[in-house]
């Protein structure tokens, strides 16, 4: 119904800055019906929130650890949502998921009914 395509990450300087986008598609699908997020797992570590849209407080709200050098954005027209990391860490560096929820909490993994396939970022010291 929904399909989710991760694209924009790689290999970048700690400090440096990557933009990933997150192309929605299907006949389900609209940015004004469904909330998006984005995760991230290390390897070895569970999947933990980034960021996402949250209808309760009306606004996009992000893990502590990203407040400040992350902002999500979206593209209507495009179906595309957007997630600009600056100032990244090596501790930044996971497999990057975004999702597409109905309803439930932002921050919950088992909120999200669609997941992309996740797109790798690297940052090295």
């Known amino acids: 119904q929904v399909q989710l395509v991760e694209s924009g990450g790689g290999l970048v300087q700690a400090g440096g800055s990557l933009r990933l986008s997150c192309a929605a598609s299907?006949?389900?699908?609209?940015?004004?019906?469904?909330?998006m997020g984005w995760f991230r797992q290390a390897p070895g570590k569970e999947r933990e929130f980034v960021g996402g849209?949250?209808?309760?407080?009306?606004?996009?709200i992000y893990a502590d650890s990203v407040k400040g050098r992350f902002t999500i954005s979206g593209d209507s027209a495009k179906n595309t949502a957007y997630l600009q990391m600056n100032s990244l860490k090596p501790e930044d560096t996971a497999v990057y998921y975004c999702?597409?929820?109905?309803?439930?909490?932002?921050?919950?993994?088992?909120?999200?009914?669609?997941w992309g396939q996740g797109t790798q970022v690297t940052v090295s010291s």
């Open positions: 999702a597409a929820r109905l309803r439930g909490g932002v921050s919950q993994p088992g909120s999200y009914d669609y």
């Open positions: 299907g006949r389900a699908f609209s940015s004004f019906s469904f909330g």
């Open positions: 849209n949250s209808w309760s407080a009306g606004s996009t």
